[in-house]
């Protein structure tokens, strides 16, 4: 089964940087879009970043460009977010997700916790 698994949250001060990363297993990934996603308490889950299969197109929320920066290694099956300038509210769960174009975002990693001090 498909499996997405996120990592490298953690606590960080306003103005530092963070990388996430995002393990896949169980699909072929370079046919696959991922992107991530973020939810602050009390609020809906928003996009933050996509990139396509290949790696040559990039989408970024306004709050995150110039920011973070998405990036994948299909040899790895792997997809990272540089965040760098992060502000506290930057602070959310961050969410990796695969799907295939043109449809949906199917299969959803079950998220980590980034928090930014002030």
């Known amino acids: 089964q498909v499996q997405l698994v996120e990592s490298g949250g953690g606590l960080v001060q306003a103005g530092g940087s963070l990388r996430l990363s995002c393990a896949a297993s169980?699909?072929?990934?370079?046919?696959?879009?991922m992107g991530w996603f973020r939810q602050a308490p009390g609020k809906e889950r928003e996009f933050v970043a996509s990139?396509?299969?290949?790696?040559?197109?990039?989408t970024y929320q306004d709050f995150a460009k110039g920011r973070f920066t998405i990036s994948r290694d299909n040899a790895k099956s792997a997809v990272f977010l540089q965040m760098s300038t992060v502000k506290p509210e930057d602070t959310a769960v961050y969410y990796c997700a695969a799907r295939l174009s043109p449809y949906q975002y199917r299969y959803w990693g079950q998220g980590t916790q980034v928090t930014v001090s002030s």
């Open positions: 990139i396509s299969g290949r790696g040559d197109t990039t």
């Open positions: 169980g699909l072929t990934f370079s046919d696959y879009n």
